[in-house]
């Protein structure tokens, strides 16, 4: 069975700009963890705009389409009960839930969760993934198009500590990582029906990072690129052929960064290798790698001609992507677990504790401009939209900055 589609979708025209503006998936635009607006780079208690409660656990970030925000979250004694939320971005009310059963396994590691995945949006519908390798196609109403149990239909295909890696929109494709030490493969989804435009097997290795896009400068074409410890495959999103590979290592936890020239793969343990993109079939070259720069689980962010890693223990790198040389090193409040996104030359970070902290990286040395104390543990990366911050913990979801 390769899904069960419910109904078509109306077909939507959104002008292009309000789709720019939104945040569709896991880390914004390709995934490349960078937004457009101005948030505040300073905090008080009165930029929080809502705070609304949420009725399950859950590590996906918000997404934010057409006025309108989406989360995941699982609850129940085994985090069976997988619900899909959908609040007003005016007021923060809920505006409609819908609750399935999973179908496939829900253990994971202690400091994970079932609604880890974070859902994607092609700016008419939007797609959630659980641990449970469950997938459902909404449109933005909330009904059901579609629904994908990937345990029933690969039934190797599971996750003893749980599935972390967020599905994204590349080139009208829905990219969806299924990869653990059973059956596992890469997904290329018919976003309108819930079917499968092409299947990779991949490499029988758990993998929680998530799919990152480059649009290929020479022939307009878009690629998707997967990381995983063998190292990094740029597919055609259309078929799923191979267009060039970089060697191993690669990473399992941490998902890679993107720039308009420069790709950065976190290797933990062993430093930060950044990758000059050449276009085509032709494979980028490594441009430096560093011992000194690491990401242990949040991802990397390439804004300009930088690249700025922040490590478990608090720590930022800035770096150039040319050189690898370090301008400047900061230490933050700390410890993290979610990955930093930038708006301009402002770069944003939640740590675990539930500080919220701006940085100025044009600082000479970086520099803290705000804090804002959310006061509960907090685990997911923030999202960015319009000039708001969308930070959830397990409890709740805050919109920061008008």
Request: net charge neutral; glycine share 12%.
């Amino acid at each position: 069975m390769n899904s069960v589609p419910i109904f078509a979708a109306a077909a939507l025209t959104l002008f292009a700009g309000s789709v720019r503006a939104d945040w569709l998936q896991f880390r914004g635009p390709d995934a490349s963890a960078r937004g457009t607006g101005q948030p505040p780079v300073t905090f008080q208690p009165s930029d929080i705009v809502w705070k609304t409660a949420l009725p399950g656990r859950g590590l996906s970030s918000p997404v934010i389409v057409g006025g309108k925000v989406f989360l995941t979250a699982a609850s129940g004694p085994d985090q069976e009960t997988l619900h899909v939320i959908c609040l007003d971005n005016t007021t923060g009310k809920k505006l409609w839930e819908r609750r399935f059963q999973a179908t496939g396994r829900t253990m994971c590691h202690e400091k994970t969760n079932v609604a880890a995945p974070t859902p994607a949006s092609d700016g008419t519908r939007v797609f959630a993934l659980f641990s449970s390798n469950d997938c459902f196609g909404l449109d933005l109403e909330g009904n059901l198009l579609w629904v994908r149990g990937f345990t029933l239909d690969y039934p190797n295909a599971s996750n003893s500590l749980g599935l972390a890696s967020s599905p994204i929109m590349v080139g009208g494709v829905l990219v969806t990582m299924v990869e653990n030490d059973g059956d596992s493969f890469t997904l290329g989804i018919d976003p309108a029906t819930g079917t499968n435009l092409w299947k990779l097997a991949r490499p029988k290795n758990a993998n929680w990072t998530s799919p990152t896009a480059w649009q290929d400068p020479a022939s307009g074409r878009p690629l998707v690129l997967v990381t995983a410890h063998e190292g990094v495959l740029a597919l055609d999103p259309q078929t799923g052929k191979e267009q060039w590979t970089l060697p191993k290592p690669g990473t399992t936890i941490p998902s890679a960064g993107i720039g308009e020239k420069h790709f950065a793969v976190p290797r933990p343990g062993k430093g930060l290798a950044v990758y000059t993109l050449a276009g085509g079939t032709t494979p980028p070259e490594l441009a430096w790698e560093s011992a000194q720069i690491n990401s242990d689980t949040a991802s990397p962010v390439l804004q300009g001609p930088r690249v700025f890693a922040l490590n478990g223990a608090g720590v930022l790198s800035c770096a150039e992507l040319a050189t690898g040389d370090r301008p400047w090193k900061l230490r933050m409040e700390g410890p993290f677990s979610g990955s930093p996104v930038m708006s301009g030359t402002t770069l944003y970070a939640v740590s675990e504790r539930g500080l919220l902290q701006a940085v100025d990286t044009t600082a000479a040395e970086g520099a803290v401009t705000g804090k804002l104390d959310l006061g509960t543990t907090i685990l997911c990366t923030p999202s960015l939209s319009g000039n708001s911050i969308y930070v959830r913990s397990d409890g709740h979801v805050w919109r920061i900055g008008k």
